[in-house]
């Protein structure tokens, strides 16, 4: 059975910095693309930003390219979203997804073949 469990997620001022991360289980983790989105009530799910198997590299969404980072470590099977410089439009629930497509943008939701439950991140200014 396939797990990913999101955690990190918490209430704080703009201007900070969070890292969120996501234990996976039951999946080829190093075969997959690992992929964050968020959602804000109201509004549809938004890619953030993934990083790829192999080559570990990574592609952001330009609302928060320059401020958040992916990184993985394949021995946890685990993947992290370094948020930093967080601003009150950044609040959202955040999810991981796995892709099997090792290559592409990885923009569509419908490219991910596995989600987390996600967790609530509060921005206030």
């Known amino acids: 059975q396939v797990r990913l469990v999101e955690s990190g997620g918490r209430s704080m001022q703009a201007g900070g910095s969070l890292r969120l991360s996501c234990v996976t289980s039951?999946?080829?983790?190093?075969?997959?693309?690992m992929g964050w989105f968020r959602q804000a009530p109201g509004r549809e799910r938004e890619f953030v930003g993934v990083?790829?198997?192999?080559?570990?590299?990574?592609y952001y969404a330009d609302s928060v390219k320059g401020r958040f980072t992916i990184s993985k470590d394949d021995a946890k099977t685990t993947v992290y979203l370094q948020m930093n410089t967080l601003k009150p439009e950044d609040t959202a629930v955040y999810y991981c997804a796995a892709s099997k497509w090792p290559e592409g943008s990885h923009i569509s939701p419908r490219l991910y073949d596995y989600w987390g439950q996600g967790t609530q991140v509060t921005v206030s200014s």
């Open positions: 039951g999946l080829p983790f190093s075969n997959y693309a």
């Open positions: 990083i790829r198997p192999r080559d570990e590299s990574t």
